[in-house]
């Protein structure tokens, strides 16, 4: 009877830390993949360095953050395009995208797009003052 014990003790206890080390393993890489994406949400590198390609976008009036970033990843401008939406949130020209026709480069980061893009809104406020 002890015998039968001893092995299922034994048992029991490989099983445990079999899923504690699959629970950590899991833990660790939501971890480390929650750090990149929060990373590059403020140090994101631009899609291309040097000069880059430079595309013409057309933002039409009522488009959603969400909208232009999903057009600016078709176009090859940025490369994710749930992040350019944070990155939106987070960014001083919060909710002045204004529509229009841009000219952005590859070699632009998400910032720098964001500011062009919301240009006119700060230039009619400087007006108004």
Not at 34 to 42: E, L, P
Not at 74 to 83: F, H
């Amino acid at each position: 009877m002890k015998l039968k014990e001893v092995i299922g003790a034994t048992t029991q206890l490989i099983i445990k830390v079999a899923v504690f080390g699959f629970i950590i393993m899991y833990i660790f890489r939501f971890a480390t993949a929650a750090y990149d994406y929060g990373f590059r949400v403020f140090a994101e590198e631009p899609v291309s360095t040097g000069e880059g390609r430079t595309i013409s976008v057309y933002v039409e009036d009522g488009n959603s953050p969400k909208d232009v970033g999903n057009m600016l990843q078709e176009k090859g401008l940025i490369r994710d395009a749930n992040l350019f939406m944070i990155q939106e949130l987070l960014s001083e020209n919060h909710g002045k995208i204004q529509p229009g026709i841009y000219d952005l480069s590859t070699s632009m980061t998400a910032q720098e797009m964001l500011a062009v893009m919301a240009e006119q809104a700060e230039s009619e406020e400087e007006e108004e003052e």
